[in-house]
């Protein structure tokens, strides 16, 4: 049996993945149905909506160089099932309906992390921050300190050789 592209044929699903689901056709062919051509919804979970050794109807997207057949179960359901929304949202304007907002739930406090590097603090906790100048004096002279001590940090020391010998050894 020579699939076609472009034509709807009946399937058995073989295997499920994350990415997407295995037909086997009955001249002994196998191809594969991408997550994103499973539903005309959103696919979280392909098991919720084909499961192993049920028949479906595919449609043949292509035919690779290699043999690889892709194939679009959405893109072989009737035209008027084809293009549901994707997922919830706005109605067509982008509006959203008028009337009171519902509440939203609060955010959760910033809970401490893991120390930065060099344990800077990043923006300051206190409100008493004084003019943008004081803000970028205060930023300099931490920087400055902070810059001479990596510096120190990765300075060879003198007076020893790489070998560890006081004096000029040579290699």
């Known amino acids: 049996m020579g699939l076609e592209v472009g034509e709807i044929y009946e399937g058995k699903v073989t295997g499920i993945t994350k990415f997407g689901a295995f037909v086997s056709f009955e001249g002994g062919q196998t191809g594969m149905v991408h997550i994103s ?10 098991k919720d909506f084909v499961s192993e050794g049920q028949t479906v109807r595919v449609k043949v997207l292509s035919v690779s160089e290699e043999g690889k057949i892709s194939l679009s179960i959405k893109k072989a359901l009737p035209p008027e099932e084809q293009h549901k929304p994707r997922r919830p949202g706005p ?39 004084g003019s ?5 004096s205060r930023f ?32």
């Open 37 to 46: 051509e499973i539903a005309p919804t959103f696919v979280s979970e392909i």
């Open 91 to 129: 109605p067509q304007g982008g509006r959203r309906p008028a009337g009171p907002r519902p509440p939203r739930a609060p955010r959760p406090e910033p809970q401490p992390g893991p120390g930065r590097p060099g344990d800077f603090e990043w923006q300051s906790r206190r409100n008493d921050s």
């Open 132 to 136: 943008f100048e004081d803000m970028m």
């Open 140 to 171: 300099k002279q931490t920087s400055d300190e902070k810059m001479s001590d990596l510096k120190r940090g990765n300075e060879p020391r003198r007076g020893y050789s790489r070998r560890g010998q006081k004096g000029g050894g040579s290699y």
